[in-house]
């Protein structure tokens, strides 16, 4: 079972009132598929800009290839898996879109130092610690308290370059 394309052509021309052909003009439409381009900080980023994205979401099958040919501007993909169905992607990209766009954060520089990002050269975060600054005996590196912020910055790059390492990433 696949969805159709007269079913998918008439459901976005009710919903938009528009041909779907012009609508990828106007706006980024994805179809959501396991073999699409794979959802990084990257294309997060590029949607975040986006004011419109429209998100194709397929069962069964997927979709019959016509749809993702003539109606989506792409194909995205969450990961190497199959999912039965497109929703929780779709919910997967809209959850990282939404809290890079202005607002959605109480400190928007949170969201700018993170695993991935550009300002970690697309590196994983470091480690975080907070209160208490000992715990059944685990300890807060001593360095984080220490106040000295050329130090707390090289030991964070450090731990950063050692879960690349770990993980066997490319650095
Ligand atoms: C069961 S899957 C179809 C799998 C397809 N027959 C294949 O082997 O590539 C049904 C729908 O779930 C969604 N889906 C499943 N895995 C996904 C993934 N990794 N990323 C994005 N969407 C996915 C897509 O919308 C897809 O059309």
Redesign the pocket.
């Known amino acids: 079972m696949l969805l159709r394309v007269d079913v998918m052509d008439a459901a976005l021309r009710a919903f938009y009132g528009a041909d779907p052909v012009d609508l990828r003009r106007e706006r980024r439409v994805i179809a ?4 699409g381009r794979l959802l990084d900080d990257a294309l997060v980023d590029e949607l975040s800009v986006e004011s419109d994205v429209t998100l194709l ?7 019959d290839e016509r749809i993702v040919e003539h109606f989506a501007s792409e194909a995205v ?3 190497e ?6 929703e929780l ?1 779709a919910m997967v990209i809209c959850d990282a879109v939404l809290r890079k766009l202005p607002g959605a954060l109480g400190a928007s520089a949170s969201a700018t130092e993170e695993s991935f990002s550009t300002a970690l050269h697309g590196r994983p975060e470091y480690p975080h610690y907070t209160r208490p600054a000992e715990y059944r005996g685990w300890k807060v590196p001593d360095v984080l308290l220490s106040g000295h912020h050329e130090q707390i910055r090289a030991w964070r790059e450090e731990r950063s370059r050692e879960r690349v390492r770990g993980t066997g990433s490319p650095e």
Request: net charge neutral; proline share 5%; charged share 10%.
């Open positions: 959501l598929t396991p073999t979401c397929g069962r069964y099958e997927g979709f993909s969450i990961g898996y199959v999912l039965a169905g497109g992607a």
